[in-house]
């Protein structure tokens, strides 16, 4: 069985996102999609769905200064490099395969799916080699960016210190300028995922340092290459000091990483001095959507893996009818496992339309369009967040319709949620992020991008004034609208206390678009039904929509009520009052 549903996949780019239209005039077609898509799924199924209890139960071990994991790990990731998805997103003359972001993401969902842990490396990889992409020499594209894509270096980003966790004014990793016009970098790094391995022939960490002399505080922050290995294939001395176990995404090495321990640690600039820490905002960014996608996709394995399980598992009678000698029913004929499966539903499909979305949003930036980028911008905050918080209600939802089996290690939903609990904290915390998209992206261009939303969703509702969820979507934005100028308002009176419901306004603005894409979904489940008929999964799409505006979206008028009196329950509690 698929960890994913591939219908549910194909009517998102196809129906959904129009991929056909995106991709016109390219050399790819719906049929070569497909190929590519076919491949994803026959790796993912055959080679990292079956290996995730065995790396959940086997995470690595800190031997003789090396990261061990299981062989099977290592042969399923090398079955991805050697299909060439790990850079299928670079261009050809990178060593990739030049696929539109929306395509590569595709592919990237099932195998995160099916084994996320297994995925993770592939996308560090893709984020580190696009900042060489972005801000390196030829040089350092030919010699770094070209193997990563071809999938025979790895990538890792090294921002967080023992000290300094997401604080990164107050990292303390020096790089001292050489002769050579090298560094010599000296440091410790803490909680860097896929930091240490040994499937890659080489690691290229993406490390942040400061320069002597330079400005304090995150001014004087510069990024650096520092390889695993050198040119020559001798060691640079970056030194394995230990091992991370976490509660979720086992099959992934996570690392406290020590850099120049012996003095011979040789890094290399990338870009110019002291803009480190904007050029590693691209890549947290582009991650950021890739966790919220990641975390979509064990919403939906969680999904799949209970929906089977409440089909086939008999227990009960209707209780309209209990004759003990009557055959018990499947458990999904009862009206709370039903409900159950339902949240499910209406949270991960709505946060794939969004992922989708965002990556659609990726491939016409690069195109050119001008009013892409803003709607990335303010939307990146919530597609990270949003699938991370609810996509992981999901996966509980899941565990409760297993019942006691579902906290057993005999089935994969309580593995499910371990790994997507990490999501919430990756790339930047539930927090920081509706501080991020508050402080920052809302009100960045006195506003600019939040009008674009706002004008985006508000044409969608325009073309589809007939269903029966423009009405309510219309009144949420109602409310969300006066109530973003006023927190705006707010914040410029007082900062603190004018982010003190941040994430509230993440959460409540997060409904408000996945009712957006709940109505993008049920437009075109509309258009596909007036084309081909009407099916059980096409209505199943309007059901979902239904129970979203019923139990969800009616969150948002209470979460408006508590916005607009800027409420400082939680700031006026004093530290020693706890």
Not at 123 to 146: N, P
Not at 262 to 276: Q, T
Request: aromatic share 8%; proline share 4%; charged share 25%.
């Amino acid at each position: 069985m698929r960890a994913y549903d591939r219908d549910d996949l194909l009517f998102q780019l196809f129906e959904v996102a129009q991929l056909e239209d995106q991709i016109a005039g390219t050399d790819l077609d719906r049929e070569a999609v497909m190929g590519i898509l076919d491949t994803a799924d026959q790796i993912a199924t055959d080679h990292f769905l079956p290996h995730g209890k065995l790396l959940d139960e086997n995470d690595p071990e800190f031997v003789d200064g090396r990261a061990v994991i299981p062989d099977e790990a290592i042969a399923a990731v090398r079955e991805q490099v050697e299909a060439g998805f790990i850079g299928s997103g670079f261009a050809p003359e990178s060593g990739g395969m030049g696929l539109p972001e929306t395509v590569h993401q595709a592919a990237a969902f099932i195998f995160s799916a099916s084994n996320i842990s297994l995925a993770g490396y592939g996308l560090l990889t893709v984020g580190a080699g696009r900042l060489i992409q972005s801000f390196g020499t030829e040089d350092q594209k030919k010699r770094y960016l070209e193997p990563m894509a071809e999938g025979r270096f790895f990538g890792t980003m090294c921002l967080s210190e023992p000290q300094a966790g997401s604080s990164l004014s107050d990292i303390t990793t020096r790089a001292e300028p050489m002769e050579d016009g090298r560094y010599a970098i000296s440091g410790r790094k803490m909680w860097i995922s896929g930091g240490e391995q040994e499937i890659s022939e080489n690691i290229v960490h993406m490390v942040l340092a400061k320069i002597p002399g330079g400005p304090p505080g995150v001014k004087g922050i510069s990024l650096f290459i520092v390889p695993k290995r050198n040119a020559d294939g001798t060691p640079n001395d970056v030194t394995l000091a230990g091992l991370n176990h976490k509660m979720g995404y086992r099959g992934t090495t996570n690392c406290a990483l020590n850099f120049g321990e012996k003095g011979a640690c040789v890094g290399e600039l990338l870009g110019e001095p002291h803009k480190g820490l904007s050029y590693m905002f691209q890549m947290m960014n582009e991650a950021r959507i890739g966790v919220g996608m990641g975390a979509t996709a064990l919403g939906q394995a969680g999904y799949q893996a209970s929906l089977a399980y409440a089909r086939e598992r008999p227990q009960g009678r209707s209780p309209a009818g209990k004759d003990p000698v009557s055959p018990q029913l499947p458990i999904i004929e009862h009206a709370d496992i039903r409900r159950l499966l339902l949240a499910q539903k209406a949270a991960v499909e709505a946060a794939l339309a969004l992922s989708i979305y965002c990556t659609s949003l990726v491939d016409r930036e690069r195109k050119g369009d001008e009013a892409a980028g803003p709607l990335l911008e303010i939307l990146t905050p919530v597609t990270k967040s949003w699938p991370s918080e609810f996509c992981l209600e999901a996966n509980k939802h899941a565990i409760q319709i297993l019942g006691g089996a579902g906290y057993t290690r005999d089935y994969p939903v309580e593995r499910y949620y371990r790994d997507n609990r990490l999501n919430h904290i990756h790339e930047g915390t539930h927090g920081i992020q509706g501080m991020d998209l508050l402080g920052r992206k809302v009100v960045m261009g006195g506003g600019a991008a939040f009008k674009g939303l706002m004008s985006t969703i508000r044409a969608d509702i325009a073309a589809a004034a007939d269903s029966e969820f423009a009405q309510p979507l219309s009144d949420a934005l109602d409310r969300m609208e006066p109530v973003t100028l006023h927190l705006a308002g707010e914040l410029m009176k007082d900062p603190t206390r004018g982010l003190a419901n941040a994430t509230l306004y993440l959460d409540c603005m997060g409904h408000v678009v996945m009712a957006w894409m709940w109505l993008r979904l049920t437009e075109a489940a509309k258009r596909v039904a007036s084309r081909d008929g009407d099916t059980a999964f096409l209505r199943g799409k309007h059901q979902a929509a239904r129970y979203f505006y019923a139990r969800e979206l009616v969150r948002t008028e209470g979460w408006a009520k508590t916005l607009s009196a800027n409420d400082q329950t939680a700031f006026d509690m004093a530290a020693d009052w706890f």
